[in-house]
């Protein structure tokens, strides 16, 4: 299971003081108000920043990080990701998972090996999941109690029922 889970992207700079826009890849963007630290995904390296305020502006989040007072310190940091540690994730409910803990799992339906999952979209009703598989390519599948039949994120298998209609 990763070790980091990502919380936004930043966009932007906000004004000349630091501020960053964020858009949130959280269920929640209400977390941003209680987040003390953050990592900084670079791509080279994961670097702690700690959070000094959060408010909102339509579908983002301004972030202020302690320590950082100029533009030209946090703006080359666009279109880096945010990551909160996985001890500081929001408690999930019973049939919730982290979408990065589903993403490469392997599928399977009556027992026999179906594809992995690729994807994850998010819709109006429900999630659907994108499973590739070699003999049907690309399928989505809701992520229904009907066709989702067990996740076991420690041995990254999940077990589906494929509906009919489904592969046609």
Do not use: W
């Amino acid at each position: 299971m990763e070790q980091y889970l990502q919380v936004g992207v930043i966009t932007s700079t906000h004004g000349i003081r630091g501020e960053v826009k964020v858009f949130p890849t959280t269920d929640d963007p209400q977390r941003f108000k209680k987040l003390k630290k953050v990592f900084l995904d670079t791509g080279r390296e994961k670097m702690p920043l700690e959070v000094a305020g959060a408010r909102f502006f339509k579908n983002l989040v301004i972030v202020k990080f302690k320590g950082i007072d100029n533009i030209n310190e946090i703006e080359k940091y666009r279109q880096c990701a945010l990551l909160v540690d996985r001890e500081e994730a929001v408690d999930l409910q019973e049939d919730e998972y982290f979408i990065a803990d589903l993403l490469g799992m392997e599928v399977y339906a009556d027992g026999e090996y179906f594809g992995h999952l690729k994807d994850v979209m998010e819709t109006g009703a429900n999630e659907v999941y994108v499973i590739e598989s070699e003999k049907h390519g690309e399928v989505l599948l809701p992520a229904i109690h009907d066709c989702i039949l067990s996740v076991d994120t420690e041995e990254r298998k999940m077990e589906v029922r494929l509906l009919d209609g489904l592969l046609d």
